[in-house]
């Protein structure tokens, strides 16, 4: 990568920050398409949020990726925030526009664009069942109910939490139809069998020793099961269900897809997709 004076900068505001796989995604995908950008990580700590958001213009930085813990607290610094952000309460990439700043949202869509790349079929009509009600939780109901989902059925450690999420999805999609159970294996078992597609969006399954929340006997095998934890990249969630015959999807793609719509948010170019993904499966 040559960076010049004429070098365009976008990067990632986060606290911290040392842990994101962005800027090798994104440089490797501005360099094979050619385009003369540098994404750069910013360790911005949330007392300074407002400062360097207001920075941004006068910098003149093009676009940038939002993480934790800012991705929520974003939203009211912004110039204009989309619908889907809005809906998700969110943001996760911003683009400048001279001084106007707009918030986008790609995480819920990066996972429905994963999903019809792994299983060459739409969201649409399918039920979902939902492990967590956490942001990215709420990014993936939302746009699965923006893209005509039949059933999401939430499922949360902490009752209280889930049905919030629920609550806010039934309030925006009534044609869509929501419930929510508790995080037992009891009741995740009694609905197995209405689903297609179960979500696991917490944590567990990052560390070797975590618990399994869904058993082997658990699992429909006319389901599918997707997971949004990268690392490791098949939890143990998925290789039991695997082993159980049923298609699954990792959190890569998501990753992967989330990227790609801030890169074309950004560039207004399609993203080089192979050379991200690749980068990705290295770095992982
Ligand atoms: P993110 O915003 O990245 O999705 P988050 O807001 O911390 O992360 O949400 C994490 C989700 O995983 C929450 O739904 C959380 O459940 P609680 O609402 O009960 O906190 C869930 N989660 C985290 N650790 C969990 C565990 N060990 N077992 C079950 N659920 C867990």
Same mark, same amino acid.
């Given at each position: 990568m040559k960076i010049t004076g004429k070098t365009k900068i976008v990067g990632?505001?986060?606290?911290?920050?040392?842990?994101?796989?962005?800027? !090798?995604?994104?440089?490797?995908?501005?360099?094979?398409?050619?385009?003369? #950008?540098? #994404?750069?990580?910013?360790?911005?700590?949330?007392?300074?949020?407002?400062?360097?958001?207001?920075?941004?213009p006068l910098l003149n930085i093009k676009g940038l990726n939002i993480t934790i813990p800012h991705k929520e607290k974003v939203l009211s610094y912004l110039d204009e925030v989309t619908d889907e952000a809005k809906f998700i309460g969110a943001v996760n990439t911003i683009k400048t526009d001279g001084e106007k700043l707009t918030g986008h949202n790609t995480d819920g869509r990066g996972f429905t664009m994963a999903f019809q790349e792994e299983f060459s079929a739409t969201v649409e009509g399918k039920r979902f069942l939902i492990i967590g009600a956490g942001g990215a939780a709420k990014a993936i109901a939302i746009q699965l109910a923006i893209e005509g989902a039949r059933a999401i059925i939430i499922a949360n450690r902490t009752f209280f939490t889930g049905r919030e999420l629920a609550e806010h999805l039934l309030e925006h999609f009534p044609n869509c139809d929501i419930?929510?159970?508790?995080?037992?294996?009891?009741?995740?078992?009694?609905?197995?069998?209405?689903?297609?597609?179960?979500?696991?969006?917490?944590p567990v399954g990052m560390k070797?020793?975590?618990?399994? !929340?869904?058993?082997?006997?658990?699992?429909?095998?006319?389901?599918?099961?997707?997971?949004?934890? #990268?690392?490791?990249k098949e939890t143990i969630l998925l290789r039991r269900a695997k082993e159980s015959g049923l298609?699954?999807?990792?959190?890569?793609?998501?990753?992967?897809?989330q990227g790609a719509l801030a890169f074309e948010i950004w560039t207004g170019e399609k993203p080089p997709l192979s050379v991200m993904r690749e980068e990705l499966e290295k770095a992982l």
């Open positions: 990632i505001f986060g606290h911290p920050v040392h842990h994101t796989f962005s800027p !090798l995604m994104q440089n490797a995908a501005f360099n094979a398409a050619g385009l003369d #950008y540098c #994404y750069l990580p910013f360790d911005v700590k949330p007392e300074n949020l407002k400062l360097a958001l207001n920075a941004i419930s929510i159970i508790r995080l037992k294996r009891k009741e995740i078992s009694n609905v197995m069998e209405h689903i297609d597609v179960l979500i696991n969006t917490t070797p020793d975590d618990p399994l !929340l869904i058993t082997d006997e658990m699992f429909n095998p006319d389901s599918v099961v997707c997971d949004i934890v #990268y690392n490791p298609k699954t999807m990792s959190g890569i793609g998501m990753l992967l897809h």
